[in-house]
């Protein structure tokens, strides 16, 4: 293909690399799920770190400039009984990469991570594994595209308050936050929105420690399955828009 003289004077070319995100695993079992299809599908790159298989311990010369995703964490929380071995050194990277304006998705424990380091706080709960149903707050949460109503199966130890200057953009069924968002970039989901039943089966073997009435609700889960599945695609949708991940990045001229 021949280029015409006039792009070049007009028009500067670019290598094109894909967008790349850290996602940070806080167990074997629970991944990004029905995620990383979206994510693959809008050419998106993950990389995932786990440093509970690395002496508890986060890379220290990564840079976190396209955004991070910090997942579940099984039985582990933040409020003391059975803290996150990570829990300070994330918190930390959660504040840093909000002063220079990356994007975070906290899930599970990871949206307590958001929580603690955006002003809010956390307070103990037991451990629990529970099917509901979360209700949008708002028309224009994910610039529209969160569901007005959509299920989610929360599975996690402990509990957090989201910041006061943080936009609630769904509650549970019992009015606590499901989802929120710290500044123009930053959300917390309190349940997995791209679960897959599978995970919850290997966190309750890769642990001693699982929630009472775990039968019940994973059959609940696997009826609502499809249900989560429908959902996640708008909710991506939002979250991807939102986050600045729409697109690709210029890495420099060839």
Known sequence: MTIPPEFGSQHEQFAVERRGLYVIQHTDAEYLGLIEDHLE???????????????????????????????????????????????????????????????????GLGAQVLAMASGGS????????????????????????????????????????????????????DGAAAVFQVADNCFGFAAHPGLKGAMIEDLIMEFDESPDGMGEELAMLRQNQAGIEDALVPIMTGVVQKAGWMGEVASGTL
């Open 122 to 173: 956390v307070r103990p709960a037991p451990l629990r594994f529970k099917m509901g149903v979360a209700r949008r707050t708002r028309d224009d949460a994910l610039n529209g595209y969160l569901p007005e109503t959509f299920p989610i199966a929360t599975y996690m130890r402990d509990a957090f308050e989201a910041p006061p200057h943080a936009e609630v953009l769904a509650i549970d069924e």
């Open 41 to 107: 599908g809008r050419s998106i790159g993950f990389t995932y770190m786990r440093p509970h298989t690395a002496g508890g311990r986060l890379p220290a010369t990564v840079k976190f400039t396209d955004g991070v995703v910090l997942l579940g964490g099984g039985p582990w929380g933040s409020a003391g009984a059975r803290n996150l071995p990570t829990l300070e050194e994330e918190v930390q990277l959660v504040r840093d990469c909000m002063l220079r304006g990356a994007p975070v998705l906290g899930i």
